[in-house]
């Protein structure tokens, strides 16, 4: 059974940073490309960033290109986020995901919210 359990999310001001983490479980993890999308408020899923099982393919949505940065570490099966410069667009639920659309498996979600 696929367990995404993010954490790691929280309230932060313009141009701070948080670090999302990823713990995955119950698939080959390292055998997984592996993404993050983000459902801001009222709003669909939207995909932020992918990385292939071994990091040598990462790709980012235009919005966040810069300022986040994916990770993972396979020898202990968890996805990571590093998000700097954060702005209030990026307030959002976070999931990790095996895949960039709403169908895909995801996690519960971390809350993420940017605000003055």
């Known amino acids: 059974q696929v367990q995404l359990v993010e954490s790691g999310g929280g309230l932060v001001r313009p141009g701070g940073s948080l670090r999302l983490s990823c713990e995955a479980s119950g698939f080959p993890f390292n055998r997984y490309w592996m993404y993050w999308v983000r459902q801001p408020p009222g709003k669909g899923i939207e995909w932020v960033s992918t990385?292939?099982?071994?990091?040598?393919?990462?790709d980012y949505a235009d919005s966040v290109k810069g300022r986040f940065t994916i990770s993972r570490d396979n020898t202990k099966n968890t996805l990571y986020l590093q998000m700097n410069n954060l702005k209030f667009e990026d307030t959002a639920v976070y999931y990790c995901?095996?895949?960039?659309?709403?169908?895909?498996?995801r996690g519960q979600g971390t809350q993420v919210t940017v605000s003055s």
């Open positions: 995901a095996q895949g960039r659309t709403a169908s895909a498996p």
């Open positions: 990385i292939d099982s071994d990091s040598r393919n990462i």
